[in-house]
């Protein structure tokens, strides 16, 4: 439940300090800069790290990467029949492609399906959501953008992309133990993601201009919360056969809101920010009703 405390309090405290224009305008710059940079890579750093592979769960690992996919190709045709900007597609490629697995995922997964599911979560969010993200998710940010860049200057930004480099740095060094010292500084510099996050989004939420970006928002979160989760349950439990609490706790993350980092990173490459910010500033507590909606539906098909 403080997880949903915190949620609520950081965004709102976002919103309090743009009416009140507290801090400098290019405050959220600073906080995205510290999120990339220093929260990220701290909970990549300590979590990769430690994580079990279980070939059991596959299909938490994969799903990410095919719920991206998936959306690519469904947002590209979108976007050009509706005659998007490519700053807009690219925008919900980065939103409606990634899912809050992690810290909206992580405690919506333990109040539903309980602690014991929460290894599945972690899965789904670590091997998927931000594998792709610091992969696929950072060459479409690129691709994307305004800004014209070679194919080798893509592949820098995704090697010396922090998160992605303490991933690689975690997963080498698994054979051994971290100090208690390190994993406590890794794990109090991770929790700071959440609130700043949040903040950030909240400090750029511009509800006026809900209206000019209704209907991209509209089909955005449709995406998200719907669509992409209804596919991915034809995926796993009609194509791949999957079934249990694995299955259920796999396509209940694929139901998830945008995911907070992705819409940073759209920011951060001006990519609609507008857009970005409104993406997860409706979208998360617009799920709290849909996921109690896919949870009833998963439960009563007993997929």
Partial sequence: MHQFVLLAVSFLAGI???RLRRMPENTPAALNAFIINISLPAITFLYLHDMTIDPALLAPATMPWLFFG????????????LMWTQATIGCLLLTAGFGNTSFVGLPMIEAYYGKQALGIGLVADQAGSFMVLSTLGLVTAARFSSSELSLRTIG?????????????IALLLRPLDYPDALRSVLSRLGETLTPIALISVGMQLRLSSLNDSLRELSIGLL?????????????????????????????????????????????????????????????????????????????????
């Fill in 156 to 168: 820098r930004r995704v090697l010396f992309f922090p998160p992605f480099l303490a991933a690689v």
């Fill in 16 to 18: 309090l300090l743009q």
């Fill in 70 to 81: 998936t959306a690519y190709l469904i947002l590209r045709i979108l976007g050009k029949k």
């Fill in 223 to 303: 995406m998200k919360l719907i669509v992409l989760p209804a596919l991915m349950l034809v995926f796993y439990a009609y194509v791949f056969r999957a079934e249990g609490l694995t299955l259920q706790v796999t396509l209940f993350e694929a139901a998830m809101p945008p995911m907070i980092t992705g819409s940073i990173i759209a920011m951060e490459h001006k990519l609609n920010q507008k857009l970005a910010a409104l993406m997860v500033g409706i979208g998360i507590p617009l799920s709290f009703l849909t996921l109690a909606g896919w949870w009833w539906l998963l439960r009563a098909f007993d997929v």
